[in-house]
Each structure stands twice: as C-alpha cells, then as structure tokens.
C-alpha cells in the first residue's frame, strides 16, 4: 500500500537488490515504482509494469513513488550479496535522476554512498541531470555516470521523451563530470529509424567524444522500425559507424544483442 509525504507517495517493498546477467551490472536495483519521464518509444519498462499489473495507466506511470525503506532494505541485504556483488546499476525500470524530482535524486545520491561505503560500484543511467556539485570526491571512482541520448532533435524528444531534460542541458551535466575525472558513458538506445527521424548518427557521436564509453541498440517494440525498408541493413551499418568511431577515439564500445544482424 501506497502512502503519501507532502512531496511524493512512497511504497514499501520487501527486497531491493536483486543479480541480473545485463552489461551494466550484475545487480540492480529501482528504488522508484514509475516514471516521470513518460517516454514514448514506447518504453520497455512501463509495458512490463502494466502487463503484471503494477500500474494501470500512463498516468499512473508517470507518478512516481519512492521506495520508503531503500536505505533500510540496504543495510539487511548488502551483507548477504556483497561477497558476489561486482557492480550494481541504478535502474532497469524507473530513472534514478529522474528530471524535475529532486526527492528521487537525493534517494539515488544516498545509495549510491551507501553501496561505495561497502567497495560495491555503481553504473547509473538518466534522462535528466547530474548534480555535479553533489557528486564529489565521496563517491567511488569506479561508478560510471550515462545518460541515454538518441538524438540532439528537441522536437524528437518532445515527442518521444516529454517530460525529460534538454538534449544540451543532459549532455553539458555528463560533461561536468567529465571534467571532475569521473567514468562517463552514453546509451544511444533505442536508436531510431529514418522514417522516424532523419538525422546523422556522427553528430550524435561527436557530442559526446568525451566520454569513456558507447553504448548502441536498435529500437525495438515500434512498428515503425520494420516498415522502414531494409531496417536491418540501416542499423548494421550505424553499428559499423559506432564501432568505427570509437576504435578512432579510444572510446569503449558495445553493441547491444540483436542490433547487429
């Protein structure tokens, strides 16, 4: 059962942490049901949460609710894992530095300390932004700080990502910490078809030259994307392009399974 703060309904979960077999970490964990952002691809997530009944609607969706005993589920749990944990990411079903909710980001900041207090680094991904002055020299320098970025359109993104931060404003909160000699990395994914969007994956690229490491995924779940002729070819060939300009730039690469066909 839901309850509600004067700023955001909380819920209670029994556990946190749970191991996963993606790239960005062997655990995870989403401290968050929902997510502000109501992202339009459509979003992976919210037709998970709907289809085992955790949410009903996109509105719904859209009002996220904190995990009230994150922390304390933390405390019972990182003993148990912490001898198998290598990394845990924040998050696979919500975002941890969700754009407009700062409740969710001071949460996010909080857990993150708490796992690199215990050697535990952390892989976090966002549409909204970094607060560079909070993040400092307390942290792991082994976490990695992403953000997913599938174009630099502001039109694209008001039409498939709403209500999350600017394209410039996202990339300028990475760069910050770039600057502050953090691990950086980009998630281009899910990277759209021409039919959808017309535009040069190299300017895309050019952007974000700075950071450590590339990630590159079709856009599945959209019927657009096949009726967009030799749609496998397309994303072969912006494949070869991420690959080739990371090799140039030294960049860490890797290509989502099932991009490449």
């Avoid at 600017?166 to 281009?188: C, M």
């Amino acid at each position: 059962m839901a309850y509600k703060d004067s700023e955001i309904d909380k819920i209670q979960r029994k556990s946190l942490l749970y191991r996963t077999g993606v790239e960005y970490g062997d655990y995870c964990l989403n401290h968050v049901e929902g997510c502000a952002h109501g992202c339009l691809y459509p979003c992976y997530a919210m037709m998970m949460k709907r289809r085992t009944g955790a949410v009903k609607t996109y509105e719904e969706w859209r009002k996220p609710k904190l995990v009230g005993n994150a922390l304390e589920l933390l405390d019972r749990e990182i003993p148990r894992h912490r001898h198998k944990i290598k990394s845990v990411h924040l998050c696979f079903s919500t975002d941890p530095f969700m754009f407009g909710h700062d409740e969710v980001t001071n949460l996010s900041l909080k857990i993150i300390k708490k796992l690199n207090k215990e050697s535990i680094p952390c892989t976090t991904l966002t549409k909204g932004l970094y607060p560079s002055d909070s993040i400092d020299y307390d942290f792991s320098s082994d976490n990695r700080y992403g953000i997913t970025l599938v174009s630099l359109n502001e039109s694209f993104r008001n039409d498939y990502e709403p209500f999350t931060a600017r394209v410039k404003e996202r990339i300028e909160s990475l760069r910050l910490l770039h600057e502050k000699n953090f691990k950086t990395w980009v998630s281009i994914e899910p990277y759209p078809t021409p039919n959808i969007i017309t535009q040069d994956l190299s300017t895309i690229l050019d952007a974000v030259s700075f950071v450590d490491e590339i990630v590159f995924g079709r856009l599945n779940y959209n019927s657009k994307v096949r009726a967009f002729p030799h749609f496998v070819e397309f994303y072969n060939s912006q494949a070869k392009t991420v690959m080739s300009f990371c090799k140039t730039h030294r960049i860490k690469c890797h290509i989502k399974e099932g991009t490449i066909v």
